[in-house]
């Protein structure tokens, strides 16, 4: 039987042992997966196995088993790859089927080559899925991950580190310079084409594949979604099941990592010609060269080809897209999936999947023991609101507020809180956000300063040169929360004008446009997205020929001065009971004094609360019409639709925060009180200040 380092650290001998068990039967990929499956059930085992959101790449065995928690970033075009082919050897004419999947490469032994011709050649198909780490997930969380791992990671051949292990964290020095670890990485790899390496072939083959690469010199754009973030971006290769992934998944991919330096030198336009197989068509497999000059003995070729069939220009992507799909492994590693899913949330505190009968005993439990966790979470809140309890109440209900339907095209259960009142130009908003990130699982500060709104790019758009989706900030993953800071917001001038030289023939135009108006535009369309963000729960990816809409379920928490320029389901007015004389010094004293054990409470009440089903009963519905009736009775002035739908929200998630999964009376009449501070106390500031707030 396979010991545990064979799986984890060799998988290739797995899957071939099944293969060579099973050929020319095709359950043999159906049993690979069932294999690895099985295995990763074992107690404890997804502990074993290797995250590359933990350790850098360099740290890593190559085709060892390795996971990743990411989101799909973007998604390529689907791919055509060898799943079977047959070698021969010239001298024997003994032949041997392998198997392409999962690899980049195809290896025949000395003394072979492929038959491309073979009637036992089996194309296939797979998916490329452009990968990235969680945007905005937040530093407990990383943390809590590598704490629980148990795998047991080795430096890589070509590297040597002074220590065993070390997370992206800590690895700046690497990160901010990607060309030391390349050089590291193949520093002692030698001459790949050497006759003590098995010859191969890239098996990849995507309709339009490249040939000639561009210059690799201009840093690689990695297309994170925000500023700052680090980690490694992967090419996903899903072989089943892929039209199950949609862009902005969150997933954890379990696959054997395939860092071959024959990727990087394939894609270098410096380099000795190297072999490449793709296919034109699902028809028509063809050995191309990378540079078109003459072998006189080509490595695995069993056939001498025309001129025609090495013209790199028939079958090429623009130079932009190859460098973009095929970027050096060393930078952009590439995973082979053997299994996928999507995660429901990415807190490590809790059972990936609650509906496991495991699952359902750590829920009970800790249900049990709601109540004195919700009483300590909104003191907790309260002092870091500067003793305001009724917006300390509302924060909570907006923290495990989410999108559980849509109606056509109204997102159901999404809760914006406009918190007004806060001081401006001031870092009680700053920490307030950093309070949020200690709580949830995924979130970012956006500052709606002048510079940010005309030049940052906030909805992704399409690049047709490169073929790729270019993110934006507001491409981000299911329940992050975004925090929009609009006491950064000035006012600000925009009367800059440039002018613009066109040439036409022999004459001459100056035209001169407004750069301002150019940055009005910008700042008006990402207001746009922010607005739609939060009505609609939707993002309007621009394809530059139409717009794409996108569903997403983003918890929204807007500060301001007086009432937002952005729309919100529920205003709330601070109103501070305490000032502290040093607010940093406060808001750190109260982070600090909370024990690691209680905060770990929290997470879990917070992304607990989220994922529980919730309904109204009948009864609770009628009493609720006929209060409403009555209410309209009274004063047909004072509530609205609106009004009864902001309460039935409130309500819910009022219900939730205390556990229950059904509407009572007693939680009705506590939203409606909540709800008649929160508008008395905005009618009270609008009597102070003269206006609408």
Known sequence: MPCVADWLNNPFSIVQGIFAQNVPNSDWEKKVTEYFKEKLKENNATNWVPSLNDVPVHYLKPNSLVKFRCMVQDMFDPEFYMGVYETVDPNTNARVLHFGKYRDVAECGPQQEIDLNSSQTVTSERQTLYCVPVPGESAWVKEAYISASQARVSPSTSYTPSRHKRSYEEDEDMDLHPSKQKEQHMGSGGDIHGCVEPKRLETEASAGHHLISPNCSPPLDLNFPLPGEKGPACLVKVYESWDTFKVNDVLEVYGILSVDPVLSIVNNEESQPVIQLFCDSLENLVVRLQNPVEYENPTCIHRKMDSSALDPMECMDTAEEQRV??????????????????????????????????????????????SPVRAELLGFLTHALLGDSLAAEYLILHLISTVYARRDVLPLGKFTVNLSGCPRNSIFTEHIYRIIQQLVPASYRLQMTIENMNHSR????????????????????????????????????????????????????????????????????????????????????DFSYHQMEFPCNINVLITSEGRSLLPSDCQVHLQPQIIPPNMEEYMNSLLTAVLPSVLNKFRIYLSLLRLLDYSISDEVTKAVEEDFVEMRKNDPESITADDLHRTLLVARFLSLS????????????????????????????????????
């Not at 009376?665 to 009270?684: C, G, S, Y």
């Open 325 to 370: 799909h095929s970027p050096p492994a060393s930078l952009v590693p590439r995973i082979h999936v053997i299994l996928a899913q999507k995660l429901q949330h990415i807190n490590p505190l809790l059972p990936a999947c609650l509906n496991e009968e495991e699952s359902k005993t750590f829920v009970s439990n800790f249900m049990s023991e709601l």
């Open 458 to 541: 906030f909805i992704p758009h399409k690049d047709y040169t490169a073929n790729r989706l270019v993110s934006g900030v507001l491409q981000l993953a299911s329940n992050t929360s975004l925090v929009v800071d609009e006491t950064q917001l000035e006012q600000g001038q925009l009367d800059t004008t440039v002018t613009l030289l066109k040439r036409n023939s022999n004459c001459q135009v100056h035209v001169s446009i407004s750069k301002g108006r150019f940055q009005e535009l910008t700042s008006v369309h990402n207001v746009t997205a922010l607005g739609n963000l939060i009505t609609w729960q939707k993002v309007d990816y």
């Open 658 to 693: 205390a556990g229950q999964t059904t509407l009572s009376r007693e939680r009705w009449l506590r939203a409606k009180q909540l709800e008649a501070l929160r508008k008395a106390r905005l009618q009270q500031q609008k009597c102070v200040n003269g206006n609408e707030l």
